[in-house]
């Protein structure tokens, strides 16, 4: 399973979403908000079995789906 496939799964978990593209941003298409944010960051965290800086956590910079991807890329 790609890395895709898993930020797909952690996010249909979350906010029952299963139509998820990488270019899909989360509070417009996904209807995410600040607790859905930090529920799929948590989630994403057990799945990957890592651990996310504070540093790389700013809201303003993770609008996309594809930006959790990459945020995931960066620790693996």
């Known amino acids: 399973m790609d890395i895709f496939q898993k930020v797909k799964e952690v996010i249909c978990d979350t ?14 298409d996904l209807g995410f908000d600040s607790l859905s944010l930090v529920a799929v960051v948590v989630g994403l965290e057990e799945k990957f ?3 996310f800086n504070e540093s790389d956590l700013d809201p303003s910079k993770i609008i996309h789906v594809g930006d959790l991807i990459e945020l995931v890329e960066k620790y693996i």
């Open 49 to 51: 079995g890592i651990e």
């Open 15 to 28: 906010v029952g979403e299963e139509n998820v593209t990488p270019d899909q941003e989360l509070k417009a």
